[in-house]
C-alpha cells in the first residue's frame, strides 16, 4: 500500500490549510472570509489519485492481514497485546488502521458540503466549495468502479457498515449515480456543471379527468435535479428573496431540469430534459401546493410538489430564478408581462 504517497500529499494539504489561515490572520481577516478552501481541494489532484491507489487495493491488503493472523500465531498474539497495551493505538486494530484513510477521503465530500450551506453566498469562495465537492464525489464513484473486493458490497457501502451509518451512506451513493447519469446525459463541460438542487419530488401530469375540484391527485415519485451550465458572476444569487428579480447576466449559459426514475436499481430518464429556456415555471395562486412546468415545443405539462410546503416554494423559486434569464423570447420581452404592452408604450 502507499502508506507514505498518502502522508506526503495528506502533509502538502494540510501546509496549504495552514499558510491560508496564516495569511487571512496576519491581514486581520477574524471570520477567516478570504480562506478558498475549496480552491485548495480543487488543487489537490494528485492527492485524489494517491487515495485512488490505496483504496482499490484496501481490500486486499485486508484479506492477506487475515490469512497472515490464521497462518501465524505469534503475529496474533503480537498484534493483540499491541492493541491492549499500546495507549498510542488507542485500542484500534490494524485492519482498523487500513481503514482509516479510506474512511477519510469519503469525508471530505460531507465536509465541503456542510463548508457550502454556512458560507455565505456574496462570498466567490463559495462556488468552489461546491465545485471541488463535486469533483470528490465523481473521483469517489470513479474509484468504486475500479475497487476489486471479495465481496460484492461496494467501497462506499462497506465502510457505511462498519461506522454503523447505512442510510446516509447509501444516500450519498444515489446521489453520485444520479449525477453520473446527468452528466452523461447532457454531455456538458464537467467544469461548468453545478447541481443547483436535488431531491425527491411527487409529480403527474393533468388531464381533465385527474384535475377536478374534489378528485384525489395521484402522484408518483421521481429524482429531480436542476443542472446548470456556466461559471457564475457576482450577479448569481439564486436564494435571493427578492419577489422580483429581472434577468441578468449571472454566467449561467443553460440551465435544465432532470427527472430520473429508478427500477430495479438502475436508473435512467423518466423523460428527456427540461431545458428550462423552453420551458414555463408557473404556480396558481389557489393552489399553492403544486408549481407547473410547461414545455412549449411539445405542450407537455407537469405538476410538482415537494414532501413539504417550503420545500416547494423553493423548487419553484430556483426553477424559476434559473430559468427567467435563459431564451431568445425572454429577452425580447424586456421582462413585461405581455410583449404588446411594449408596443404600446412606444407609440404613444
Sequence with gaps: LNVEELLENNAALAEKLRDALEIATDQGDEDLLTVNIGSIFLDAVPMLHA??????????ASLLLANLE???????????VSQMENSVLRRM???SFLMVPVQRV?????????????????????????????KIELHLEHINSLAKDISTTKLWRRISIINGRRSSSE?????????KVAVDVLEWNHDEVRFAMEGKLLYTQPTDNNWRRGRTIKLSPVNAMLVTLGKPTEDYQPDSDELLAFPRKNG???????L???????????????FLDRCIICCEADVEDYFEVQELATKDTYLFKAEDGDQTKRWFRQLQYHAQGLGAWRKRRNALANIMINGMQLRT
Design 93 to 95: 486494530n490494524l485492519n
Design 51 to 60: 487515495f485512488e491507489s490505496y483504496c482499490t487495493r484496501q481490500g486486499a
Design 252 to 258: 449561467i449559459r443553460d440551465a435544465t431540469l432532470l
Design 260 to 274: 430520473v426514475r429508478e427500477k430495479s436499481g438502475r436508473y435512467g430518464l423518466l423523460r428527456e430534459p427540461l
Design 171 to 179: 444516500t450519498d451513493m444515489i446521489n453520485i449515480k444520479l449525477r
Design 70 to 80: 490464521k497462518e501465524k500465531e505469534l503475529l496474533r498474539i503480537f498484534l493483540r
Design 106 to 134: 469519503t469525508k471530505y465530500p460531507l465536509l465541503l458540503a456542510r463548508l457550502y450551506r454556512v458560507t455565505p453566498a456574496h462570498l466567490k469562495s463559495r462556488e468552489a466549495l461546491r465545485l471541488a465537492q463535486n
